[in-house]
């Protein structure tokens, strides 16, 4: 799939399991707003990348399941988040 901008949307529907799209504006702003959260955090995104995709994807997923909670982020996402810094300040960008 390089090359071609991932459909974010798409994989959080999957994820979230639903298939109708009377919520799509809504949830397109969730995922902007997880983008640019995402990005606030020192990680480039890549709009042909799977892994930023995901990243996105559940990232977005979490902030929609957990909007009415306080909870910290779960192990998983702050493991990929943190990687993701890493690498980056690595790959001296």
């Known amino acids: 799939m390089a090359g071609k901008q991932m459909n974010i ?11 109708g799209n009377a919520k799509d504006a809504y949830f397109k702003t969730l995922i902007e707003s997880s ?4 990005e606030r ?6 709009a042909t990348s799977v892994d930023d995709a995901m990243l996105v994807s559940d990232f977005a997923a979490w902030n ?4 009415q909670e306080n909870v910290p982020l779960p192990a998983n996402l702050q493991d990929r988040i943190r990687n993701r810094i890493i ?3 690595s790959e001296g960008k």
């Open 35 to 38: 983008k640019r959260e995402l």
């Open 9 to 19: 949307l798409g994989l959080f529907k999957q994820d979230m399991g639903i298939r």
């Open 87 to 89: 690498r980056r300040r």
């Open 64 to 67: 929609y399941r957990k909007r």
């Open 41 to 46: 955090k020192g990680i480039k995104l890549d």
